[in-house]
């Protein structure tokens, strides 16, 4: 007898069906070319880092639409649930990839401080084909799904910080992500008409 699979990871295999695919060689090869891009501009690596964040988050705000429209995923009960419903719907979704997702208690957290959780991406897709330069050792180069997660979730009323913890280019064994809920902002975005 097969194992049962969760919900969410149901939704996520459904809304992965509704998108529009892209190669992903193509995909990771283009971020690559547009991360060396902003590299040879800025000629900085913090800031080439800042503005990957930046490009996210763009992104983020603009994409939730989307998810919203084709996840099916309804309206989430609390952070524990938008952590899993980012993990395991956003992601296949968006990336074709399931995360993991851990709820974590910062450390030195007061006792009513704001919920947290970690992504867990083991098979990034967009590390493929990547070795960073010493000199680029401490590119945040996956910065950019910092920037998704917060700019989509800023639009549906929580503002977060996020953070990458660690990456695969910089030797460890998955890219984490750290989202942390900072506000709720209880009146959601309102079309420009309004």
């Known amino acids: 007898m097969a194992a049962q699979r969760p919900p969410y990871q149901r939704l996520g295999d459904v809304a992965f069906s509704k998108v529009e695919k892209v190669n992903a060689e193509l995909f990771t090869l ?15 690596v913090e800031q080439t ?7 996210g988050y763009n992104i983020g705000v603009r994409i939730i639409d989307e998810f919203l429209a084709k996840a ?6 609390d952070f524990k649930e938008t952590g899993e419903v980012i993990a395991k719907v956003a992601f296949r979704m968006f990336l074709g990839v399931t995360v993991d997702c851990r709820h974590v208690v910062e450390p030195n957290a007061p006792a009513d401080a704001m919920p947290a959780f970690h992504l867990i991406i083991v098979d990034n897709p967009l590390v493929d084909f990547v070795e960073l330069p010493e000199h680029c050792s401490t590119l945040a180069y996956c910065n950019l799904l910092c920037g998704v997660v917060r700019g989509a979730l800023e639009m549906v009323g929580m503002r977060v910080e996020t953070k990458l913890l660690k990456d695969t280019l910089w030797g460890d064994e998955h890219t984490e992500i750290s989202v942390s809920l900072k506000e709720l902002v209880h009146e959601q975005y309102r079309d420009d008409d309004e």
């Open 30 to 44: 283009t971020y690559g070319a547009v991360v060396v891009q902003l590299l040879k501009d800025s000629e900085d």
């Open 72 to 77: 099916n995923a309804g309206t989430c009960t």
């Open 49 to 55: 880092s800042i503005q990957l964040e930046k490009m």
